[in-house]
């Protein structure tokens, strides 16, 4: 038994080192060793995807963002699509949103949040999409014609834009903001923002008018295209996605890495679905998402293909492609999508779009961590404060367990009880380990002390615990969430280290109160792991730290009574 306890505890001691190793690995740019073994194949340049429907053209024939394309614009094109016009960078500001448009493609460029404040400087707002010398992201649109087509507006082209309000004024609901491009291979497409007071959605409506004497067959591609680096301010001592991700109802949400896409050869298929009759793309990062979504209220049924792939150094885009049949001379059809750009707030996320709550990743421990955010959630209505939330959650959490934990803490009493005889035992018998083992589980039986009574009741519960701390970590409403005094931003490190050094001390008590292990090794082990896993609260969020704090300090209490019961306090 003694052997079967040592084995347990180098057990979680290793794993709980190499989760560490893989969480620095992933911060500096290396490949998770729990990530997948192969890189995931695409599409060959210039073919279909599997599923698209003959003669369409694909991700591979997009313009990029630089201009080049992997299956070219005729030169005459390209001049007239680029070179038109001058383009200009157009603000729109509303009640949440500071929004920047390119006239060059129409495409969103910059957008901060008014109400979100930026994690490394708080006198700046959070910045979304942005285009500047540190930052690529944006969310672009455009038309492909089918195989063999012409060119026709895209996200190169320039636009003008027409007369109307660039701010949601004060009495007004939304505000719309008008693209018109020129004609392009007889093509005319117009886009309309349209911008909702109280939400980060916004409407896009894309109009294609045929001018030419000949039918044409357009495709809509919608993509959002950034660079693989992961947001300031991340902390190295825990790691969060940041990438693509494709969602259908099939394979629902699927995370796509960076470096996944960086090291998929040119004729390899990818991973995830290439088409489907639902569905949309975003691109995840730490506490905010962007979306393409089809439809103007809900995910609607047409077909569509989705895309990843490599840009140029670094950039990388996500997108779908969605055709809009033949369009006959003269004609006119029009096709609603929305943008989403803002924070992943659970219960809002949930009404934009089937599945679109699932980029708040809580891995594969979902089934426990949704309920756990909801009973958060009716805490902090109730209590009006997030960190005593926080507090009143693990209290819960204490209470619906105490009968468990109780167990435990009795057999480690009693552990702690019969340590010195078993003590004394080892020394007499050092040179006879058989007959020591044997005399150890006598001991045992008689004072009916089973060694892992303390252990298994606490392994049941900590599913819960590690569910609460993705919760913690994952969800947005901590950000600049005040507790008391020092504590203004329960997302960020304690800055004065106060809880931190309180989790420290908390967690040597524990190990006071618990048995001393016979085995020297093994007793030393007991004090050095919890200086060890000390060191990364330091720089944990102190909502995490809180959490573990109040944690630790109901199971001492549980733990004291116990042990002052049975009479083994400072044995």
Known sequence: ??????????????????????????????????????ASKNVAAGAAPAGSAPG??????????????????????????ASAAVSRKVEIATDLIKATIDTQGGSVVHLEMLKQADHVDRTKNEVLFDESATRLYKAQTGLI?????????????VFDLAPGDLTLTEGKDQLSVKLVSPSVGGVRLTKIYTFHRGSYVVGVRHEVANESAAPVTPQIYYQLLRDGNPPSGESSFYSTFTGPAIYTDASKFKKIDFKVIEKRGAAEKPDHDTAANNGWVAMVQHYFATAWLLGAATDDQSPREFFTRKIDTNQYSVGMIVPMGTLAPGATQSMDSRLFAGPQEENV??????????????????????????????????????????????????????????????????MKAIGPRVAEMRERMKDKPQQMQQEMMRIYREEKVNPLGGCLPIFVQMPFFI????????????????????????????????????????????????????????????????????????????????????????????????????????K
């Open 1 to 38: 038994m003694t052997e079967m306890r040592r084995t347990l505890l180098w057990v979680v001691f290793s794993m709980s080192l190499v989760l560490l190793w893989d969480a620095w690995n992933k911060h500096n740019g290396h490949p998770s060793m729990f990530g997948p073994a192969t």
């Open 56 to 81: 369409a053209q694909t991700a591979s024939a997009l313009p990029s963002a630089t201009g080049s394309t992997e299956a070219p614009l005729a030169p005459s094109a390209a001049a007239d699509t």
């Open 145 to 157: 014609a089918a195989q063999g087509g012409g060119v026709l507006p895209n996200h190169l082209t």
């Open 349 to 414: 996320l949930s009404q934009i779009a089937p599945g679109l709550d699932l980029v708040k990743d809580y891995g594969w421990l979902t089934i426990l961590s949704k309920p756990l955010f909801w009973l958060l959630t009716q805490l902090q209505a109730f209590l009006g404060n997030w960190g005593w939330s926080i507090v009143g959650l693990v209290v819960l959490l204490k209470i619906a367990f105490f009968w468990l934990n109780a167990t435990a803490y009795k057999s480690m009493a009693k």
């Open 467 to 570: 569910a609460l701390y993705w919760v913690l970590l994952a969800s947005v409403e901590m950000r600049n969430a005040p507790w008391i005094s020092w504590i203004t931003d329960l997302s960020a490190k304690d800055p004065y280290f106060i809880l931190p050094i309180l989790m420290t001390l908390t967690s040597l008590l524990q190990t006071w109160l618990n048995p001393t292990p016979p085995d020297p090794v093994q007793a030393k082990m007991m004090w050095i792991m919890p200086l060890a896993f000390s060191v990364m609260f330091f720089y944990f969020p102190a909502g995490l730290v809180l959490y573990w704090l109040t944690n630790n300090i109901l199971s001492i209490a549980q733990q004291y009574l116990i042990n002052k019961k049975l009479g083994v306090l400072g």
